[in-house]
Nanobody
Framework: QVQLVESGGGLVQAGGSLRLSCATS????????MGWYRQAPGKQRELVAS???????NYADSVKGRFTISRDNAKNTVYLQMNSLKVEDTAVYYC????????WGQGTQVTVSS
């Protein structure tokens, strides 16, 4: 059974940092490109960062230089370190595979206050 469990969100002031985690099960994690997505109120879900099976990252322009994606294949977990957070980063953050999506998890809320 596929399961994605995101955690680490919270309320932070602009300029602050958070580290998100996504524990996975039921997928062949070590051979899968993983992504972090976010959905702000009234907006479509967007991919903000991805990481290949051999840890090559890619970032949306909006987060480049501020967010860092990483993975631990031994723990089947993907991380998102978010620094210099902005109010516009406020959203529910999800992880998922990139190529063929699996069932979405519940996400983790990130709220950045001014």
């Amino acid at each position: 059974q596929v399961q994605l469990v995101e955690s680490g969100g919270g309320l932070v002031q602009a300029g602050g940092s958070l580290r998100l985690s996504c524990a996975t099960s039921g997928i062949i994690f070590s051979s899968t490109t993983m992504g972090w997505y976010r959905q702000a109120p009234g907006k479509q879900r967007e991919l903000v960062a991805s990481i290949t099976k051999d840890s090559r990252p890619n970032y949306a322009d909006s987060v480049k230089g501020r967010f860092t994606i990483s993975r631990d294949n031994a723990k089947n977990t993907v991380y998102l370190q978010m620094n210099s957070l902005k109010v516009e980063d406020t959203a529910v953050y999800y992880c998922n595979t990139v190529a063929v999506k699996v069932t979405w998890g519940q996400g983790t809320q990130v709220t950045v206050s001014s």
